[in-house]
């Protein structure tokens, strides 16, 4: 059986001279391929050559995190776009992830309010140029549903390239999702006790579009909470939903979300 992680970020393993060993034991739990999200520029080039290093395992994004938004958002954001351009190899298979992210913010209201302006500001150009690309969108959302499915829907982008990764609404915001026909993706807190909103909003958007992820090396699932993730651990995750929340076999689960991921972000 082999399962894609749809989301991790590898350069802490890169950084600590780990990840030979992490990619090893993702490969080990059946992991066939992985995407890793960039977030910054200074991430963007890094993930390209660990793509480069690892063709058909390895794939990457580029976009700008919301909480790496700041005053110099549009500075940072002009160099996103060539790494599309003609000659480019190899490509993103997504952009993002970009979003919104309330929780993050300033604790001094004014100053809350300038970045969440910056955050859509930079949020809006990101989508104007994945429109402009055609390609997929990984979109992050924390405590801002509405205002990030609202600002989608004046950019015109193509809904069916639209992620929410590491979806942590319930099912009435998955359905927003499905309806313009977007999707959720799914980390380890699918497995967490306190997470019955996440199992249901998983459920209601059925295993026909289904994608999971770890976003490590945060989000670890159960068994192994409190310690750091990685991408092998992508298959509790997997395990887990297919068990617990759509009562069929590990090896259908594995071959629809491998199928979906794929398909999604064309690898």
């Known amino acids: 059986m082999t399962l894609i992680d749809t989301h991790c970020h590898l350069e802490s393993y890169l950084k600590q001279g780990d990840l030979p060993a992490v990619l090893e034991r993702a490969k080990a ?13 200074d991430d963007w080039t890094v993930y390209r050559d660990l793509t480069a290093a690892h063709p058909g395992v390895v794939f990457f994004s580029a976009g700008l995190h919301p909480c790496s938004v700041d005053a110099n958002w549009a500075a940072a954001l ?6 599309w351009a003609a000659g480019a190899v190899p490509r993103p298979v997504a952009l993002g992830e970009c ?17 969440i302006g910056w955050q859509k500001q930079a949020f809006a150009q990101q989508l104007g140029v994945a429109r402009k690309l055609g390609c ?19 950019s015109g982008v193509d809904w069916t390239k639209v992620v929410f990764h590491c979806f942590v609404e319930g099912p009435a915001e998955v359905a927003e999702l499905v309806r313009r026909g977007g999707y959720a993706s799914f980390t380890g807190i699918l497995t967490y006790k306190t997470a019955q909103n996440v199992r249901e909003a998983a459920a209601a958007q059925g295993l026909a579009r289904l994608m999971v992820e770890t976003d490590a090396p945060w989000l670890t699932p159960m068994p192994h909470r409190g310690k750091p993730n990685e991408p092998a651990f992508v298959r509790h995750t997997a395990e887990f939903a297919a068990k617990e929340v759509f009562r069929v076999p590990f090896a259908e689960l594995a071959a ?3 199928a979906n991921a794929r398909k999604f972000f064309g690898i």
């Open 78 to 83: 002009s160099g996103l776009e060539s790494f």
């Open 29 to 41: 739990a059946g992991v066939g391929a992985l995407i890793t999200v960039g977030t910054a520029p």
């Open 136 to 154: 997929p969108v990984i979109v992050h959302s924390r405590g801002a549903f509405r205002e990030t499915v609202e600002l989608i829907d004046a």
């Open 256 to 258: 629809v979300t491998t």
């Open 99 to 115: 979003g919104l992210d309330r929780f993050h913010l300033p604790k001094d209201p004014a100053e809350a309010e300038v970045v």
